[in-house]
């Protein structure tokens, strides 16, 4: 059963850093392209974030770009997306996804808070 898991968001001041992560299981991580989106409040969703099976393969939204991060240990099926100088901008709820066997998978999501 294919799962994936968010956790690392929380309230953070403008100009704070925050990592999250994404563990998955069910299937190998490095075989299968991971992305992150967003949700802003009130807000369609993003795009933030993709890493593809290709090693070193990652590409950004440029409304982020320069300040987030995506990377990969396959040893831990683990994405991370590290964001920092987070602006109010950033709030959302932030979602891993994967398209797996040609099905859609999304996590639960986290709350990435930015507010002073």
């Known amino acids: 059963q294919v799962q994936l898991v968010e956790s690392g968001g929380g309230l953070v001041q403008p100009g704070g850093s925050l990592r999250l992560s994404c563990i998955g299981s069910?299937?190998?991580?490095?075989?299968?392209?991971i992305n992150w989106f967003r949700q802003p409040p009130g807000e369609e969703r993003e795009w933030v974030a993709t890493i593809s099976s290709v090693p070193g393969s990652t590409a950004i939204a440029d409304t982020v770009k320069g300040r987030f991060t995506i990377s990969i240990d396959n040893a831990k099926n683990t994405v991370y997306l590290q964001m920092i100088d987070l602006n109010t901008e950033d709030t959302a709820v932030y979602y891993c996804t994967a398209t797996v066997r040609r099905h859609d998978y999304w996590g639960q999501g986290t709350q990435v808070t930015v507010s002073s």
């Open positions: 069910g299937f190998t991580f490095s075989d299968y392209a």
